[in-house]
C-alpha cells in the first residue's frame, strides 16, 4: 500500500521534472526582431512616417522574445502610453544610447518606444509592441510564417507553468 502510492508520487515527480525541463528548453527559443529591419532605428521619411507601428504590426512579439534597436548618435527609451503620445522624455522608465540596445520584452501587453534625441520622436521614430499574453498566443491570429509553431510552444509553456505550480504544491 505505501510503497504504491511512493510509486505514483515518484513517477508524478518524474512527469513534473519532465515538463520542467521542457518548459526551460522553451526559454531557449525566444527571437529576436531588428527593429526596422536593415534600416535600424532612424527617423522616418517625411512622407513615411509610421514605419515603425507598422513594421510592428506585422510581426508577432511573445514574452522572452527580444528587440534590438541599431542607431547612430541616437536613443531608445521606454516611457509610459502618455508620454509616449505627447514624445515625453523627461522621465523614461528605461533609456540606452549604446548605439545597438537589445531589450527583452519580459511581460504580455504594450510597450511603448520613442528616441530620446530631439525632435525625432515627433517625426515619428517611436513604435508601439504588443506582447502576446500566453492565452493569445494559442488562440492563434494573424501574422508570422511560424504560428503554428508558436502555437505549439505557447502550449508547452503553458503546461510548463501548470507542472511549475503542481510541482510547488507537491513541496508545500
Ligand atoms: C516618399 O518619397 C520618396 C521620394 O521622395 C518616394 O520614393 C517614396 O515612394 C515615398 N513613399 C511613400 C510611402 O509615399
Ligand atoms: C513629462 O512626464 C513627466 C512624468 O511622466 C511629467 O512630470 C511632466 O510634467 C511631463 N512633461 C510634459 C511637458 O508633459
Not at 152 to 157: I, Q, R, T, W, Y
Amino acid at each position: 500500500m505505501a510503497s504504491e502510492s511512493m510509486m505514483i508520487m515518484s513517477f508524478t515527480t518524474l512527469t513534473l521534472l519532465l515538463l520542467l525541463s521542457c518548459s526551460h528548453l522553451l526559454s531557449v527559443a525566444s527571437f529576436q526582431f531588428e527593429v526596422g529591419d536593415n534600416q535600424g532605428w532612424v527617423v522616418p521619411p517625411a512622407n513615411d512616417s509610421k514605419i515603425y507601428n507598422d513594421w510592428a504590426s506585422e510581426n508577432r512579439f511573445q514574452i522572452g522574445d527580444t528587440v534590438h534597436f541599431k542607431y547612430k548618435k541616437d536613443s531608445v527609451m521606454e516611457v509610459s502610453e502618455s508620454e509616449y503620445k505627447n514624445c515625453n522624455s523627461t522621465h523614461p522608465t528605461f533609456f540606452s544610447n549604446t548605439g545597438t540596445t537589445v531589450y527583452k520584452l519580459d511581460r504580455p501587453g504594450l510597450f511603448y518606444f520613442i528616441s530620446g534625441s530631439a525632435g525625432h520622436c515627433r517625426r515619428g521614430q517611436r513604435m508601439i509592441i504588443k506582447v502576446l499574453s500566453h492565452e493569445d498566443a494559442q488562440s492563434g491570429g494573424s501574422g508570422g510564417g511560424s504560428s503554428s509553431a508558436s502555437t505549439a510552444v505557447a502550449v508547452l509553456s503553458y503546461g510548463g507553468l501548470i507542472a511549475q505550480f503542481a510541482f510547488l504544491s507537491y513541496i508545500f
